[in-house]
Each structure stands twice: as C-alpha cells, then as structure tokens.
C-alpha cells in the first residue's frame, strides 16, 4: 500500500493492482473509490464508475471494503476504515472533539492511522491517549495548516519523538510492520 499526500487534507493511496483510493480530492481524479468529509455530493471531478463516499455505511469495491461512521452521533465527524491488501486503516477526518474512548472499542484496531492536526481544538494531551488506545503500527500525522507547527511541535513532545523529517509518501506492507509503533509527519514543511 502506498500512500501520498497532496496538501492539505487530500490523500491518494494505492493497493496492489493499481486500485486507488481518494480521500478528499481537490481536482478530477481516476480512482475506484473516493471518499468525503468535505463534499456532500458528487462533483464533476470524478471519472466514470468511481464510488464515491460521503456518508456513513458499509461499501466495497475491487476488495477494498470502506466502513464509515458518525463520531460520537455528530453528524459532521465521519470516521472512515479502510481495509484492503491485509493492511486496515483509519483516516480521522475534520474532528471538533477527540472521539469517546469507549466508542473507539467498536472499530477494528488499526495498523494505520491517518490523523489530522490544525482541523481541531485537540489537546497533545487527547491525541497520545487516542494513539495509545488505538494503537497503531503507524501514526500518520498531517499538518492541515503550516502556521500551526507549535501545536504540532507539542503533539510530538507528548508523543516523545524527536528528529521527525516530514515525507509526503509512504510504502507500507502487511509483513513490515513495526512492533512499537511509528509516528510519521505528512507536511510540505
């Protein structure tokens, strides 16, 4: 699975076999699936048969199941896992308040976890208790807006990681997994 980031909220990631998935696409795209927190409806700038994903239910295509879900019944908070080459993923899209804990046990555990930082008014605080009970193989972080690097600085110096380099790609396969957890910073910066 390769996953790339196109600032500041849009992602492409590709499974094996070339199938490709959008989240939050900002111009026309080929994909087998794009996915919205963003967009309501379908816009002109998606290709022919491409499902496109804005609210919550169960759905598959091409052997990538997506499960999306109200956060907490808010209905501005969609949560979306993703699943697809033996690897699951989680992308936390516009959160105005750190999900319930305890709701949190109704989701697959994650070995990737998309999470945005500068989309909320989170605590450092908030974010390592959810990394912590989610506990992911990779923590994926993206700076939605770069005039908020104190707060990304503080989320990182709860975290405990230091000398982060922030990629704008990453390759991850079912068998690579690392045992403790990684963090890695999506940023143009």
Known sequence: MDIFWEPKTSFKIVFSDSRTLFINPKKEVQADIVLSDEIKEEGSFLK???????????????????????????????????????????????LQKIPKIDSLDLFCSPDILIFPIGLSNLKPEQVRDLKKKLEPKFFILYLADDSLKDKLKNILDIL?????KPVKHIKIKPGSLPKDGQVVLFSSK
């Open 48 to 94: 022919d048969n491409t499902l496109f994903i804005s609210s919550p239910g169960e759905y598959e295509r091409k052997d990538i199941f997506v499960n999306a879900h109200f956060m907490d019944g808010d209905k501005g908070m969609l949560l979306y896992e993703i699943s697809g080459d033996g690897l699951n993923l989680m992308f936390f899209g516009k």
């Open 160 to 164: 405990d990681v230091e000398d982060i």
